[in-house]
C-alpha cells in the first residue's frame, strides 16, 4: 500500500492550489479518506474527512474549524483519487499536507509541501 500526495507548492496569501492524492494497493473508493497537515514545530492534525465512496447518499465531509469554506474535500472514485482544494490561503497554512484514511490507519506517504508567503 502506498499513498502519494502531490499538487504542493509555494502560493501567495489569498492564493488557491489543489493537492491530489493516489493510492495504489488501496481502494481509496471504498475507504473514509482524510487529509492532515504538518507543520514545523507542530504535531500532524487532520483537516477534513470524506465517507466512503461506496454508501448512499453521496459524501459526507467534515471540516476543522481552521479550514472550514476555504479547503473542500472530494473524490473522484473512477481515478481512485482524493483531493483537498484549498482557497484563500493564510500563511498559517504552510506545512506538509497528508493523506491518508480517516482512522490514518494506512502507510503514510511522503506529503505534499505547501508553503503560503504573506
Known amino acids: 500500500v502506498q499513498l502519494q500526495a502531490s499538487g504542493g507548492g509555494l502560493v501567495q496569501a489569498g492564493g488557491s492550489l489543489r493537492l491530489s492524492c493516489t493510492g495504489s494497493?488501496?481502494?481509496?473508493?471504498?475507504?473514509?479518506m482524510a487529509w492532515y497537515r504538518e507543520a514545523p514545530g507542530m504535531q500532524r492534525e487532520m483537516l477534513t474527512t470524506i465517507n466512503d465512496g461506496y454508501g448512499y447518499g453521496g459524501d459526507v465531509t467534515t471540516y476543522v474549524d481552521s479550514v472550514k469554506g476555504r479547503f473542500t474535500i472530494s473524490r473522484d472514485n473512477a481515478l481512485n483519487m482524493i483531493y483537498l482544494q484549498m482557497n484563500s490561503l493564510r500563511p498559517e497554512d504552510t506545512a506538509t499536507y497528508y493523506c491518508?484514511?480517516?482512522?490514518?490507519?494506512?502507510?503514510w506517504g511522503q506529503g505534499t509541501l505547501v508553503t503560503v508567503s504573506s
Open positions: 494497493g488501496v481502494d481509496l473508493a471504498g475507504t473514509a
Open positions: 491518508n484514511s480517516a482512522m490514518h490507519s494506512l502507510p
